[in-house]
């Protein structure tokens, strides 16, 4: 079964001559284990899919289900606490907390949820090292570079049993190594069960995904299938040369 | 990529057997591309002939292996190759560019469907080539450049895709009563 369902969902905004139709009739379906990537020019409904995936914003029509459960059939304290424990949100601009540590960044979720201080910061620690920058978890996030900071904004939307893995653009403005550093987490993060959506228009980021799904005017118009063994392409690549 | 010069920038750190060269070939390309050894010792004799490298004679009269050394001409003639750009000065006649262009003056066909055909089928070749990349364990560095190489290439293919789509939805907009889409004033010499 489906981690997440996207059913026939559609979002306008305004009404009349202004109305704007941000997506129509959008179906996907994400199976915990895996990453889909979600590619489209500007514009074309990325992020609007990605906010009403992970409830922050509600769809016109259609249905969102996560784990068997329709949102719409959810209260709005049963919905905090779904974005709270099962959702992780990885954002362009890393959306850190500038007074806040490292540390603390990523151990403020689970607080927020009712943790101790001391359990919330051992996961909080243990997240960090997992995306390998634990020894700068006592820095403030101006101390950090770029890709530190994703790192900590990652690790932030990995921590405690979050199953479901939401990321706009994650690599921002991140060089080659480090975006790919990201994908790595997030692919990390699947194999250990979660379920992800990437939105993206970096066909690099979105070729770590098991299948990408292609946007255009809100709409879904193609889809990737998947692909051969990497020794099938090895095998055809392997052409004599002059 | 030039064997020739491959094979001079293997024996410029010392001198070598065919079968080492044909071995190191493979392996600095990370196995993409294989090498038959007739293709090897084929340009060994080239660039013997060519005064680029000698071999050890005696070795041959014994009846063992023929060791192969870089001479200075060699030398100079891989200094030049390797601080020598390739020609990019014209653009390539480049299929895909082509048929996106064609797209436009074929009545009934939706030339942002044909992008996004060549679209898909260039981003699943991009998870192939990534999916090489899932295991850092088995990546040595070697082939990590080439199938960095790939990747670039093939985005970059992407990304004029997705600039063409985007030039073409606007200038429908622009001007609804077109049906060719933009006038395209310069003429490019495609290169054969």
Same mark, same amino acid.
């Given at each position: ?74 209260? =709005?304290?049963?919905?905090? =606490? ?79 049993? =979050? ?13 080659s190594?480090?975006?790919e550093?990201?994908? =790595? ?18 066909a690099q980021?979105?070729s ?19 692909p051969?063994?990497p020794?099938?392409l090895l095998?055809e690549s392997s052409r004599?040369h002059? | 990529m ?27 390309t990370g196995e993409v591309w ?56 014209? /653009? /390539? ?28 089928y260039l981003v699943e070749l991009m998870q192939q080539w990534t999916r090489l990349k ?5 990546f040595?560095?070697t082939f990590a450049l080439v199938v960095d190489a790939e990747l670039f290439r093939l985005d970059s293919v992407v ?26 004033? !310069? !003429? ?5």
């Amino acid at each position: 079964m489906s981690y997440l369902e996207l059913r026939q969902v559609s979002k306008s905004y305004g009404a009349g001559a202004t109305e704007v139709q941000a997506l129509c009739e959008v179906a996907l379906a994400v199976e915990r284990g895996s990453l889909v990537a979600v590619m489209g020019p500007s514009g074309s409904g990325k992020s609007t899919l990605l906010t009403i995936a992970g409830s922050l914003e509600e769809p016109t029509s259609g249905e969102v289900v996560i784990d068997g459960t329709s949102l719409a059939a959810m209260s =709005r304290n049963d919905k905090a =606490r779904l974005r709270r424990r099962t959702i992780g949100y990885v954002f362009q601009e890393f959306n850190l907390l500038a007074g806040l540590t490292a540390v603390e960044n990523v151990s403020l979720p689970l607080e927020l949820d009712g943790l101790s201080v001391k359990k919330a910061h051992t996961a909080g620690m243990a997240a960090l090292a997992e995306v390998g920058i634990a020894e700068r978890a006592s820095h403030y996030p101006d101390e950090l570079s770029g890709g530190e900071r994703q790192r900590v904004a990652i690790a932030r939307a990995v921590v405690g049993e =979050r199953h479901l893995l939401l990321a706009d653009e994650p690599s921002g403005a991140l060089d080659s190594m480090n975006s790919e550093a990201v994908m =790595r987490m997030i692919l990390t993060a699947c194999k250990r069960g979660a379920a992800a959506v990437v939105v993206t228009h970096d066909a690099q980021l979105a070729s770590w995904a098991d299948r990408v799904v292609f946007l255009r005017d809100g709409r879904v118009v193609d889809q990737t299938v998947l692909p051969p063994s990497p020794e099938a392409l090895l095998e055809e690549s392997s052409r004599p040369h002059r | 990529m030039s064997v020739r010069h491959a094979l001079l920038a293997f024996l410029s750190e010392g001198p070598k057997y065919g079968l080492q060269l044909r071995q190191e070939f493979e392996e600095s390309t990370g196995e993409v591309w294989p090498l038959n050894v007739g293709q090897v010792y084929t340009t060994l004799q080239r660039l013997e002939r060519d005064e680029l490298i000698e071999s050890d004679d005696r070795g041959e009269e014994a009846g063992t292996q023929k060791a192969f050394r870089i001479t200075e001409a060699g030398r100079e003639e891989l200094d030049t190759w390797l601080s020598t750009p390739p020609d990019m000065t014209e /653009p /390539p006649r480049d299929e895909l560019v082509i048929k996106v262009l064609a797209a436009l003056h074929v009545p009934g066909i939706s030339v942002h469907d044909v992008i996004q055909v060549h679209r898909r089928y260039l981003v699943e070749l991009m998870q192939q080539w990534t999916r090489l990349k899932e295991d850092e364990a088995d990546f040595d560095l070697t082939f990590a450049l080439v199938v960095d190489a790939e990747l670039f290439r093939l985005d970059s293919v992407v990304r004029w895709l997705d600039t063409a789509d985007g030039r073409l939805k606007r200038a429908a907009l622009e001007a609804p009563s077109a049906k060719r889409g933009p006038v395209i004033r !310069r !003429r490019l010499v495609a290169r054969r």
